[in-house]
């Protein structure tokens, strides 16, 4: 254990600059746009549906979706799988009698955990399962908001990503 401490130190150390990909005005407004379309979106079903559908995770998954549409994180398993376990895992604690800073620290935790296992890592889905357990999340919450926002999103990604010639989305379903 001693060892494994001292290497810590050595082990932050990282180049001061990265390599990042060259910069593309059009990928950067065509995300704009994008992610701008699909809140909206949430917010026209909300309005038609009277029903709160827009959570803060959202947001995040936005940026996956629309500007970082390769990444294995933002393919449609990990979007929906990832919101829906984290979900299910806030609903768990909170029917658990749980909703204080140790019950979102373990809700958290756990979404990481089962997303991981599940194979649907989706980082805004810890804010999910974080959300879900502040907000003392009732079964319902599933499906809405979680599972409702998190298929408006995915079909505006679907389309938004493929009607331009630059970019292809998803690279995978499962």
């Known amino acids: 254990m ?10 932050m150390k990282g180049e001061l600059r990265g390599k990042g990909g060259p910069l593309s005005l059009k990928y950067a407004l065509w995300g704009m746009l994008s992610s701008t379309a699909a809140i909206l979106a949430i917010f026209g079903v909300t309005h038609l ?26 393919q ?7 919101h829906l376990v ?5 609903v768990a604690i909170v029917s658990l009698g749980g909703s204080g800073p140790v ?3 373990i809700a958290v935790g756990s979404a990481i955990c089962l997303m991981y296992l599940t ?8 804010a999910t399962a974080l959300i879900g357990v502040q907000s003392h999340a009732a079964p319902a ?34």
């Open 119 to 126: 194979r649907t890592l989706h980082p805004p889905g810890g």
């Open 2 to 11: 001693k060892r494994r401490l001292a290497r810590v130190p050595h082990k």
């Open 103 to 105: 019950a979102i620290s």
């Open 86 to 90: 984290s979900a299910a895992v806030a």
């Open 49 to 74: 549906a009277g029903s709160p559908l827009l959570i803060g995770s959202f947001g995040a998954s936005a940026v996956l979706l629309f500007g970082a549409v390769e990444s294995p994180l933002a």
């Open 76 to 82: 449609p398993r990990n979007l929906v799988g990832g």
């Open 141 to 174: 919450f599933l499906l809405v908001p979680v599972l409702a926002g998190a298929l408006i999103l995915l079909v505006m990604a679907l389309f938004t990503n493929n009607v331009v010639h630059h970019r292809q989305y998803p690279k995978h379903w499962l």
